[in-house]
């Protein structure tokens, strides 16, 4: 009896479902019409607000490029992939400020460019405060009277500064005054008046400014004397991030008897990595028997062919001076082994005249090297100063000069040397994120009033 009331009970829940098939077939159906067409009338929306933002001033359609990535300051792996993939795309609109573009008469091609640049930034959108801190000065009149902003600039390095004026003045070669023009009187003479015309026209835009920020005290003398705005003018030490070297243990035992001497810098004219070369030279052939040997190991990065060039002429340079077996090239390496020859490093080496500042002098204090910087510019002024009282780093500016201040270092006891590794390292603090942020908000205040 019990197996045939299991089976009709069976039955009828079976009934029971089928009766309720049909029903729930339909309301299936139509809960899955209803959210095709909630999805069809979200998509319409987002479409035509796509539309509508994809038009531009000037009535042409514009293409809108979208990146997720909500850890894109995490600097791994694929944040890497995140800004070369931003970096390829914003090549595609910034030809205009190429200096490639310009092989003559480059500081007015790229401030002119610049304009252009501006420009189209402004017919996209109007801000309430702009603020330049890539140094296109010429953009500034453009949206302070034109887009009836208040502007603010973070100068890093002047378009054009008086030192520039005096090289060409005294008709001395570089990076910037080619020897053809320096050996040409009649050049000279009419590179010097365009640079003067430049240099006038260069302080006039950027009188514009509310509010001016420079990145150290060298660049603030310059601006001082093109711009004339002492009074809405600070300096604002660019952030450094100096805890990612403090983190660094400093010890002076190294793993191997060699002493490293290295150089962190981009492979750029500017930067004189030859002069590191031949100073390294000059101390091989005055070493003595007391110290023990040495290795120069050059760190920095290859943007392009040119730079690539610039190497393998230093390369050249190693092999005629003989030295090319104590003469290292770390290209484009990862952080982390940038950070493993910092924390072996006995001096940290800066060559470049008149550097504006120097984020990577900081950095190599911060790691615990001993730093032997030019005699100019942010590292003479603003870095490479007693720190109560104590000596944090030594400066030097000809090829002998670099190579007695290297033999000096070298030959100090390991307790003088972390002394001033320890004064060094006390001194950066200044330069960190948490110190920019505080400066930075404080300077610009004034743009939200």
Known sequence: MAATERVWFLCELLRFFYSLFLPGLIVCGTLCLCLVIILWRIRVLLQRKKNSASIGKNGKNKMVIAFFHPYCNAGGGGERVLWCALRALQKK???????????????????????????????????????????????????????????????????????????????????????????????????????????????????????????????????????????????????????????IPLREKKMTPRHLLVSVAQFRPEKNHALQIRAFAKLLNKKTESLPSLKLVLIGGCRNQDDELRVNQLRKLSEDLGVQEDVEFKINIPFDELKNYLSEATIGLHTMWNEHFGIGVVECMAAGTIILAHNSGGPKLDIVVPHEGEVTGFLAESEDSYAETMAHILSMSAEKRLQIRNSARASVSRFSDQEFEVTFLSSVEKLFK
Not at 104 to 118: P, W
Not at 142 to 165: A, E, N, Q, W
Request: with cysteine.
């Open 93 to 247: 609109k910034r030809y205009l400020v190429e200096d490639s573009l310009y092989p003559h008469f480059t500081l007015l091609g790229q401030s002119l460019g610049s304009i252009f640049l501006g420009w189209e930034a402004l017919m996209q959108c109007v801000p309430d405060v702009y603020i330049d801190s890539m140094g296109y000065a010429f953009t500034l009149p453009l949206f302070k009277y034109l887009g009836g902003c208040r502007v603010g600039s973070y100068v890093h390095y002047p378009t054009i500064s008086t030192d520039m004026l005096s090289v060409v003045k005294n008709q001395n070669a570089g990076f910037n005054n080619a020897a053809f023009i320096t050996k040409n009187p009649f050049l000279s003479k009419v590179k010097l008046i365009y640079y003067y015309l430049f240099a006038s026209i260069y302080g006039l835009v950027g009188s514009c400014s509310d509010v001016v920020m420079v990145n150290s005290s060298w660049t603030l003398n310059h601006i001082l004397s093109l711009w004339k705005v002492g009074h809405c003018t600070n300096i604002v030490y660019p952030p450094c991030d100096v805890q990612t070297f403090l983190d």
